[in-house]
């Protein structure tokens, strides 16, 4: 078998090494969350200059954050195929029939719920 390293030398390797940032990604999400909540608590200002910068009920500054969260994980991706570029016969349709399945449960759940969260949400006069 063939050492995928050579495909991407830029790609990452399952089980390397992780950075600080990495290793402690939840404790930087939690004090990014406290110093958010902080910040809307001292200066409501910011908060209400934030939510108006929103188009169809989307928030821009969070779609731009979101933007800027994911686009370096999808720039080291490798998109090559692995040794011989086809999936197995045997478990592709299984695989495939199984995740549509799986996925449309799981959507269908999702979208009762929030439409139950959307319609006993309270209005505050928007």
Known sequence: ?????????????????????????????????????????????????????????????IAVCLFFMMYPIMVKIDFSPGSSGRPHPQTSGFDAGHELASQTVYDGCLCSLFSRLAVSAPDHGN
């Open 1 to 61: 078998m063939r050492n995928p390293a050579h495909l991407n030398p830029q790609a990452v390797q399952a089980g390397g090494r992780l950075s600080v940032f990495e290793k402690y990604l939840t404790l930087w999400v939690f004090l990014c969350i406290g110093v958010g909540i902080a910040l809307g608590r001292l200066l409501p200002s910011i908060a209400e200059t934030l939510d108006s910068m929103s188009v169809y009920n989307v928030s821009i500054p």
